[in-house]
């Protein structure tokens, strides 16, 4: 996967799944705690991403209901890069081997 894969990844009409979030977790041998980091997402909020629903609270007391929580475009170019081995740099924070 080069740079022509964030290229088809920019033509897409869908959205990044969660369950391709998943596989590109796998693929790239990752935990969520890493992804996460890598993403520059907290774990929660990756965590979110690869369900596809979060939970919503409605006031103090009331239950909270499941709401869609789409993959963000930016996400989805980000596990590109990463993937391709394109970095921001040393001083990103992107390090997942950290």
């Known amino acids: 996967m080069r740079i022509s894969a964030i290229v088809m990844m920019l033509k ?9 979030l998943t596989a590109w977790r796998e693929r790239m041998g990752l935990t969520k705690e ?4 890598a993403l520059r997402l907290s774990l929660g909020g990756y965590d979110a991403c690869e369900r596809g629903w979060t939970l919503v609270y ?5 239950l909270a209901q499941k709401a869609p929580h789409p ?3 930016r996400v989805e170019l980000l596990c590109a890069a990463l993937e391709t081995g394109i970095t ?11």
Do not use: L, S, Y
Request: net charge negative; charged share 30%.
């Open 88 to 98: 921001a740099g040393p001083d990103c924070g992107c390090d997942v081997n950290a």
């Open 71 to 73: 993959i963000p475009n």
């Open 34 to 37: 890493q992804a996460a980091k």
């Open 58 to 62: 409605e006031g103090r007391g009331n």
């Open 12 to 20: 897409r009409e869908t959205e990044m799944t969660p369950a391709e």
